[in-house]
């Protein structure tokens, strides 16, 4: 699976950004989805993800309630809605693609396809 993350840039404490990912290779209706992150120094954590229908949707604690993770499988494309921004989600984004049957959503090693990140800066 190929997936090609956008959407990152410079943004203000308390601003809003949505972040895309369009994934080619596979049928993108099989494909578990998630997004993760990596801020300077730290190691990569789970954002948030969502099953093959969408129907299930899982985030991190640190973002409940000011993220919103969707996908479009008739564009091949996942979102990640970010709001209320604030400095510490500071990092670089990345979208991944599982095809495993034993699927955990905040797992790196459960997702086998990566996109290439997209840097978010939240300035205070």
């Known amino acids: 699976v190929q997936l090609q993350a956008s959407g990152g840039g410079l943004v203000q404490a308390g601003g809003s950004l949505r972040l895309s990912c369009a994934a080619s290779?596979?049928?993108?209706?099989?494909?578990?989805m998630g997004w993760f992150r990596q801020a300077a120094g730290k190691e990569r954590e789970f954002v948030a993800a969502?099953?093959?229908?969408?129907?299930?949707?899982y985030y991190a604690g640190s973002v409940k309630g000011r993220a919103t993770i969707s996908r479009d499988n008739a564009k091949n494309t996942v979102y990640l809605q970010m709001n209320s921004l604030k400095v510490e989600d500071t990092a670089v984004y990345y979208c991944?693609?599982?095809?495993?049957?034993?699927?955990?959503?905040?797992?790196?090693?459960?997702?086998?396809?990566w996109g290439q990140g997209t840097l978010v800066t939240v300035s205070s």
């Open positions: 991944a693609a599982s095809e495993s049957r034993s699927w955990i959503p905040d797992d790196v090693r459960a997702y086998n396809s």
């Open positions: 969502t099953r093959r229908s969408g129907e299930n949707i």
């Open positions: 290779g596979r049928t993108f209706s099989t494909l578990a």
